[in-house]
């Protein structure tokens, strides 16, 4: 039985040491250089902030899983043009449209607008400014790998 449990020990290290192809893959890397808001999209400076903050944040977080192509550098500019909570009939409605530009050219937009209730304001803004985000950052992703085949 030893000497069994010695062979197999033996053949996953030789597998593990001879057989597996290690290749290092180099990533571009991403820089957001700002985000901003556009008038309107916010009410007070203090929310401007949190949601500049949270969206440079939730940008980060959705870029960490996508690739933005294997050499230089992927300048990210993200602008939230509309973001709004209106509240009618016992339905809190948050829309957001957000735009991203790469530099060099190349832009993505999403939209969306979700409903709740009005007690789970944070959880609703939070989800909308999450899918936005993602929808955005997928869309520059591709448009920064393509561009970088096509060069």
Do not use: Y
């Amino acid at each position: 039985m030893r000497v069994i449990r010695l062979l197999v020990a033996i053949v996953v290290a030789w597998l593990v040491a001879f057989g597996v192809e290690r290749t290092a893959s180099a990533k571009a890397k991403l820089d957001i250089t700002s985000v901003e808001l556009t008038k309107g999209a916010a009410s007070t400076k203090a929310r401007d902030k949190q949601v500049m903050t949270t969206v440079r944040r939730l940008a980060n977080q959705a870029a960490k899983h996508l690739n933005f192509g294997k050499k230089g550098r992927v300048e990210i500019t993200l602008v939230v043009k509309e973001l709004s909570l209106i509240e009618s009939d016992g339905v809190l409605r948050v829309s957001c449209t957000l735009v991203g530009r790469l530099k060099g050219g190349g832009s993505a937009k999403s939209r969306l607008s979700f409903g709740g209730k009005p007690d789970k304001k944070k959880q609703l803004e939070r989800q909308v400014l999450t899918s936005v985000t993602d929808g955005v950052m997928t869309r520059l992703a591709m448009l920064a790998r393509d561009r970088e085949a096509g060069s």
